[in-house]
């Protein structure tokens, strides 16, 4: 007989306000240990100098996270004219200064050559692996190594504010993978922490779902959702199947099977059949 996992079963999204100075694993941890939840993992990464939201996946919810990863982000970022770091953040050490200020409407008029698809290197200060090693770990040890590009996509970039000459804050809609540092402060964890102790933690918790709402939704049958349940594909009627491709995204095939309101499976639609490949323990 297994050893039973630690925690309780919970399953849902916390869409955490993460505060300045918190890492991205520190968060997700100090979340799973506030539900006593067994499972978590977040969807993205914020650097701890930057607040906002974080997307927590709590339980069943961690099948979702390849779709919420898929999800538009907006960033509100401060950009600091006149000197530049190794990490490009406050924290690191100063590498260079300029006396060269650009006014906000060279700024605006740059803007649009970063909006769209376009190669981005992320920072030599950042978690991806160079040879089985963080690319912040080999940068703190002064090691030399360059990062390849990445295609990477800007949907909007405007400024939203220009304080004084010395800094300009933009504000821009991204896909995945963008990389941002960001100066911001806030207070998060105080209101789910709150939540908990008021026995309210459910208030805080989104449904599994959340990360789906671009995907086409079937109801299912009591039979159906067995079937799904156990891994086994079921047949749709043309009906079903039209209905179905009229709301697929571009190249996409997948869809969710829900049982009255319970999220029964991801699957794949292919020759009239819905094709399991994630189930959902949900009652």
């Known amino acids: 007989m297994g050893r039973r996992k630690k925690g309780e079963i919970v399953n849902g999204w916390v869409c955490l306000d993460k505060p300045y100075g918190m890492g991205s694993t520190d968060a ?52 600091n004219w006149g000197v530049t770091t190794d990490s ?9 200064r300029s006396d060269v200020r650009p006014d906000v409407e060279a700024v605006r008029l740059a803007l649009p050559a970063f909006v769209g698809e376009i190669d981005q290197v992320p920072p030599q200060f950042s978690a991806i692996k160079v040879d089985g090693q963080r690319a912040y770990d080999l940068a703190r040890d002064g090691a030399e190594f360059e990062l ?19 800094h300009v804050e933009i504000t821009m809609r991204t896909g995945k993978g963008v990389y941002v540092r960001s100066l911001a402060r806030d207070l998060a964890l105080d209101f789910l ?19 789906l709402d671009d995907i086409p939704e079937l109801a299912v049958t ?35 099977a829900f049982h009255g309101q319970t999220l029964v499976a991801l699957g794949q639609l292919r020759a009239g059949r819905l094709e399991p490949d994630r189930v959902f323990n949900l009652l």
């Not at 539900?35 to 978590?40: I, P, T, V």
């Not at 100098?49 to 927590?56: D, R, T, V």
């Not at 390849?148 to 010395?166: F, G, K, L, M, N």
């Not at 939540?195 to 459910?202: G, I, M, Q, T, Y």
């Open 193 to 211: 922490t709150d939540l908990v102790h008021r026995d309210a933690a459910s208030e805080g918790l989104l449904p599994v779902a959340t990360a």
């Open 28 to 79: 997700v941890s100090k979340v799973r240990r506030l539900f006593d939840a067994q499972k978590a993992g977040h969807a993205g990464t914020l650097d701890p100098l930057a607040s906002g939201i974080l997307p927590i996946a709590l339980g069943e919810a961690t099948k979702t996270v390849p779709f919420m990863m898929e999800a538009q982000k907006v960033y509100r970022f401060t950009i």
């Open 222 to 256: 009591d039979q159906d959702a067995f079937s799904l349940r156990q891994g086994r594909p079921i047949v749709l009627l043309p009906r079903q199947v039209e209905t179905l491709k009229s709301r697929l995204r571009d190249g996409s095939r997948t869809v969710s």
């Open 88 to 96: 490009l953040d406050r924290e690191g050490e100063i590498t260079a």
């Open 148 to 166: 390849a590009s990445r295609r990477v996509t800007i949907h909007e970039a405007a400024v939203t504010d220009a304080p004084d000459a010395d």
